[in-house]
């Protein structure tokens, strides 16, 4: 019951644009700064630098929701090509995932496609590979047209695909070879597309997964759970599925042992680092995911 109404508003506020559009001027607050690695490019860097020396990889993701204008997509297009500059002289182990909305989706989908070529023309040349995140539902099928369009001309692509949703099973057999991010879905979806109940989402999770890997398919199994961790370790083991061939991901400040743990045991661990000023629809996804969090950020309220 508190678990269903604390994910409800969560969610809600997530989507609120005033709030969204405020939160950028409060700098982080309420211990968003637990998850989100500063509002700079540089702070960003520097948490890849202490993730790289502990063996974690990483993915930075420079924050940005309802981009509604040309110059919002062009500017966010701009800081994607300077993270991966950034990148690339720091010599730190990192890629860069983005959101398709931010660079211009809802604008005009050619405007977005050639902002993204002009990201994957930059990524190419400093052999750093991007992934597209998967948004809500409405932009699912766009964003494989345009992921598919895309692997024509560039191989340092990839995207994500949810769980959660009945397409996922059929979308990542068509996806054979291409680099994927397996996930359970973050957004709020309607039952005629997505699976409900926690039960239902798991075990097409694992469905999904063993498809990727078993059809030779680089997959980056990216979940804070560790039952399907561990699944995933005995089924690997079991088919010889080498380690070179799949990646776990968690997301920034989130289960930092586990993540430890893993490399460890010899997994490749990529953290996802989400950095910048436009952190208020990511933080309170994350606490819509899991209630727990919920304590963190009014410990984060109060200490500030
Ligand atoms: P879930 O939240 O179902 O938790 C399962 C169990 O794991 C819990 O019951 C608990 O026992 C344990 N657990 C989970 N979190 C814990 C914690 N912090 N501490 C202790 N125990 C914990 N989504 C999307 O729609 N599009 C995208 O592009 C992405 N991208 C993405 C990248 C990466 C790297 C990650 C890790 C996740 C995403 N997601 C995403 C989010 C994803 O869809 C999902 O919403 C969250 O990862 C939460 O689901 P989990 O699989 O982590 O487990």
């Known amino acids: 019951m508190f678990e269903t109404i604390s994910k409800n508003f969560f969610m809600a506020l997530s989507q609120s644009k005033t709030l969204n559009k405020a939160a950028r001027k409060w700098g982080l607050k309420f211990g968003a700064s637990q998850v989100v690695a500063g509002e700079t490019i540089e702070s960003a860097i520097e948490a890849v630098k202490k993730l790289n020396e502990k063996g974690l990889v990483a993915t930075l993701d420079h924050l940005g929701e309802f981009v509604t204008s040309r110059e919002e997509a062009m500017e966010a297009t701009d800081y994607c090509i300077k993270t991966l500059e950034a990148i690339s002289i720091s010599g730190v182990k990192s890629g860069l995932s983005v959101k398709l909305t931010q660079l211009g989706l809802d604008i005009d989908k050619q405007f977005c496609v050639d902002n993204m070529k002009k990201i994957l023309e930059t990524a190419k ?6 992934r597209i995140d998967m948004e809500d539902y409405s932009h699912c099928q766009v964003t494989l047209d345009i992921l598919r369009e895309l692997r024509e001309t560039y191989n340092n692509v990839g995207t994500v695909i949810q769980a959660y949703l009945f397409r996922a099973y059929q979308d990542v ?68 599925i080498p380690n070179s061939q799949f ?29 910048g000023n436009d952190w208020f629809g990511y933080f309170m996804r994350r606490l819509a995911e899991r209630p727990q969090n919920v304590a963190f950020a009014f410990r984060g309220f109060f200490s500030k």
């Open 125 to 130: 040349k400093y052999n750093i590979f991007v």
């Open 247 to 275: 990646e776990f991901q968690m997301l920034y400040g989130f289960r930092t042992e586990l993540q430890l743990s893993l490399v460890k045991e010899g997994y490749k661990v990529r953290i996802y680092i989400p950095f």
């Open 173 to 240: 057999k068509d996806l054979k070879g291409v680099p994927l991010r397996l996930v359970k879905g973050a957004y709020k979806e309607s039952p005629e597309v997505a699976y409900q109940d926690k039960k239902d989402v798991d075990e097409n999770y694992l469905k999904i997964i063993k498809e990727h890997l078993f059809s030779g398919s680089y997959t980056a199994i990216a979940t804070h759970d560790h039952n399907i961790i561990a699944k995933v370790k005995e089924f690997v083991k079991e088919h010889n």
